[in-house]
């Protein structure tokens, strides 16, 4: 079972900050890696797939990198309808997917 | 476009087999290269996968609750049912189900997710 770890576990940003979240992965998942924007009540919203892809209509401030076991989700300028928690998901044991705990994401 | 919805009910006594029902919109599960899956999310802990249906009804379960799961489609109806027999406590949280999307021929990608349905366990 890969395990998936994220940090930091929380992160206070002011509207306008760049904003970095990381996922490690417990060993390589090539770049089979996913990452959501979730907020409260509501359901997950896939961003990026395949640990770099925009998924269509994302905005471009929301950026990612990394393959193998080290990945990070970068937002370029934190916008009010950004606060939320952002998980990754790594899927190269799919279907047997796995989840990082989640970053919340909130205001300074 | 394409939507979830999950029903089903909110409150569940410990034993008892849980149903839940996801209907969608904006594909079929007759055609080629679609499937739906279903999650969990307990509170404190991180989202759960539980169950994946493809449109040939090929079907896949977590290891961990392979025993107690069971995932049908009706494709006439537009649903996939979701079962999970012997419910305790420690199953109380939020399931959702999501649309196997075709992202650059990768069938690896959930998106949409449907709302949500909260699933209680008390007696």
């Known amino acids: 079972d890969i395990q998936m770890t994220q940090s930091p576990s929380s992160v206070s940003a002011s509207v306008g900050d760049r904003v970095t979240i990381t996922c490690r992965a417990s060993q390589s998942i090539r770049s089979w890696l996913a990452w959501y924007q979730q907020k409260p009540g509501k359901a997950p919203k896939l961003l990026i797939y395949?640990?770099?892809n925009l998924q269509s209509g994302v905005p471009s401030r929301f950026s990612a990198t990394g393959s193998g076991t080290y990945f990070t989700l970068t937002i370029s300028s934190l916008q009010p309808d950004d606060f939320a928690t952002y998980f990754c998901q790594q899927t190269d044991t799919f279907p047997q997917i796995t989840f990082g705990p989640g970053t919340k994401v909130d205001i300074k | 476009q394409i939507t979830l919805k999950e029903s089903g009910p909110t409150l569940v006594k410990p034993t008892q087999t849980l149903t839940l029902t996801c209907t969608f919109s904006?594909?079929?599960?007759?055609?080629?290269?679609?499937?739906v899956g279903w999650f969990r999310q307990s509170p404190g802990k991180a989202l759960e996968w539980l169950a994946l249906i493809y449109w040939d009804d090929d079907k896949r379960y977590s290891p961990f609750l392979r025993s107690r799961l069971t995932i049908t489609k009706d494709t006439s109806m537009n649903q996939v049912l979701l079962t999970l027999t012997n419910m305790d406590p420690v199953d109380t949280g939020t399931y959702y189900c999501a649309h196997l999307s075709n992202l650059e021929l990768q069938l690896r990608w959930f998106d949409p997710w449907g709302q949500g349905a909260l699933v209680i366990v008390s007696s």
């Open positions: 395949a640990a770099s």
């Open positions: 904006g594909f079929s599960l007759s055609d080629s290269a679609e499937g």
